[in-house]
């Protein structure tokens, strides 16, 4: 199935250069001058070799059709990851480098969608959005809540994100899984 470049995300199983590769990091690029790009890391389901690419947001990759399972994440261990199938309660383990940068974002117990290809399992995709509770950041100065400057902070999962100035220590907010920024106060 045809696709724009700009949509790839972490998890996709895509076709490059005549093989399945999986995506690994996805970055959206607007650089100063010329187009947006977005710069991806692979890992070819076969060899596990890894390769980095740039694609242009106009460009179309082929996203293979792969078999979809929502599976639950239980442990990490010196195998891997592991993962029990929702329905038949089959039990598996992943490289713990399967899902690349994104891997802190995985929590016990998460509900994930993991893809097959003739019955093997080779990408992981997390959900868009999680919810982190922020453990450091900047305290919140009088005044400061009108501005747009964001100031970092660091999660629970010791993953850096950028938030906005009325963000303190204990607060749970929403992060995206693909671009690793602050999207909302958590409810």
């Known amino acids: ?56 947001t106009e460009d179309t990759v082929e996203k293979l059709m792969v078999e979809e399972k929502k599976c639950q994440f239980l442990f990490e261990d010196a195998t891997g990851l592991t993962f029990m199938e929702g329905e038949t309660y089959e039990q598996f383990t992943m490289p713990e480098d399967i899902l690349g940068d ?9 509900e994930v969608y993991i893809n097959f290809i003739s019955e093997k399992p080779v990408s992981v995709e997390l959900p868009q959005n999680v919810v982190c509770t922020v453990v450091e950041t900047e305290p919140v100065l009088k005044g400061q809540t009108a501005t747009g ?39």
Do not use: C
């Open 1 to 56: 199935m045809k696709q724009l470049a700009g949509a790839i995300r972490i998890g996709w199983v895509i076709e490059y250069k005549g093989k399945p590769w999986t995506v690994t990091k996805a970055q959206h690029i607007k650089p100063g001058k010329g187009g947006a790009f977005m710069q991806v890391e692979m890992k070819a389901v076969e060899e596990g070799t890894k390769t980095n690419e740039r694609f242009r």
């Open 102 to 110: 994104a891997r802190p974002f995985l929590a016990d117990g998460m």
């Open 149 to 187: 400057s964001y100031k970092p902070a660091i999660l629970d999962n010791g993953v850096r994100v950028t938030v906005p100035p009325f963000v303190g220590v204990d607060d749970k907010i929403v992060v995206s899984t693909a671009e690793f920024t602050y999207v909302e106060r958590a409810k």
